[in-house]
């Protein structure tokens, strides 16, 4: 194939794939008109039109959709052998990009990334925080940390946090006016707070105990989108909240705020790093690993200490 025409290629994906001839030229560090005439050039060789224009949108052709949906997965092969290139050097250079939700960046991600790149500064390091659904591959992340439940069948997962458990708090003033719930059935009996997801689903309150598994479907009086948030209207008495212990470990230490059904809430795996089954893990995700590992180890000596 001529040089010239593979560029075009690469170029003409690019301005598909982000719908927009400024956002393409801006992410490949070229001028628009270079991305334009790129185009053209591609189009007049071809001789057929692959990219739909108009004053406020642009969008692929079918003829435009069809190499689109060849160029994709070549592209993203070669992009990730490239980066498995990286494992050949002595140095653990080149790019990692993570993806992650927040309170795993809080907890574990962040930590462990923060010490790789001041280990390491020639490794250009990027973190992503999502609480939503992301598709590492068609992003071109490296590696996503989430739970193990919300993999995708062909992705490579490693654990590498602790144990995580989810509990059900309110605050002392709340529980006062209340009776405290012994099973989970009786929290219809009670106000409590939602936490929609970032898929705009209400997230369920699980429980188990003794082998035996519950899920209960409350109706919220308060949804929050945002675990500060969540804990911070447990804490003003606004009802019963179900959460990750983590975000309510300080004020459940200092009484603020007070756990109820504890005997429902075992522990379950914690996070997953994960990446495509199609690529090789670089040299500096491997490193990335062993520091999350790291962090975990010691989150789980600091909690068993306290």
């Known amino acids: 194939m001529n040089p010239r025409k593979f560029s075009d290629l690469v170029i003409f994906h690019r301005v598909a794939e982000k719908r927009s001839f400024t956002a393409a030229a801006r992410s ?6 270079a991305v334009s005439q790129t185009v053209k050039r591609l189009e007049g060789d071809l001789r057929i039109r ?4 108009s004053t406020r ?3 692929p052709t079918a003829a435009g959709e069809r190499l689109l949906h060849t160029l994709s997965p070549v592209i993203a092969e070669i992009d990730a052998e490239i980066d498995d290139l990286e494992q050949l050097r002595e140095e653990p250079g080149g790019r990692l990009r993570v993806t992650c939700g927040k309170h795993a960046a809080n907890t574990l991600v962040w930590p462990a990334f923060s010490r790789l790149l001041a280990a390491h500064p020639e490794i ?4 992503s925080v999502e609480n939503g659904y992301v598709d590492i591959v068609a992003e071109r992340f490296d590696v996503g940390v989430r739970m193990r439940d919300d993999l995708e069948m062909d992705m490579v997962s490693v654990p590498v946090g602790p144990p995580l458990r989810s509990v059900v708090v309110g605050a002392p003033g709340y529980l006062a006016t209340c009776d405290r719930p012994r099973i989970p059935r009786d929290l219809a009996g009670h106000r409590c707070i939602g936490f929609r997801t970032a898929g705009g689903t209400l997230s369920p309150w699980s429980f188990e105990k003794d082998g035996h598994a519950e899920t209960v479907k409350v109706t919220p009086s308060v949804v929050v989108n945002d675990g500060d948030a969540l804990v911070g209207a447990a804490h003003a008495r606004m009802g019963l909240a179900y959460m990750l212990e983590d975000l309510a470990a300080p004020f459940l230490a200092d009484g603020r705020l007070v756990e109820v059904l504890s005997d429902w809430s075992p522990e379950f795996p914690g996070y997953h790093a994960f990446y495509s089954s199609r690529r090789q893990p670089t040299r500096a995700f491997t490193l ?5 590992r790291q962090v975990a180890r010691e989150r789980t000596v600091a909690r068993e200490a306290g």
Request: hydrophobic share 40%; no cysteine.
């Open 28 to 33: 490949l560090g070229v001028t628009q008109s």
């Open 50 to 53: 692959l990219l739909s224009r």
């Open 57 to 59: 949108s642009l969008s």
């Open 124 to 127: 250009e390091g990027e973190l």
């Open 288 to 292: 990335f690993l062993e520091r999350l």
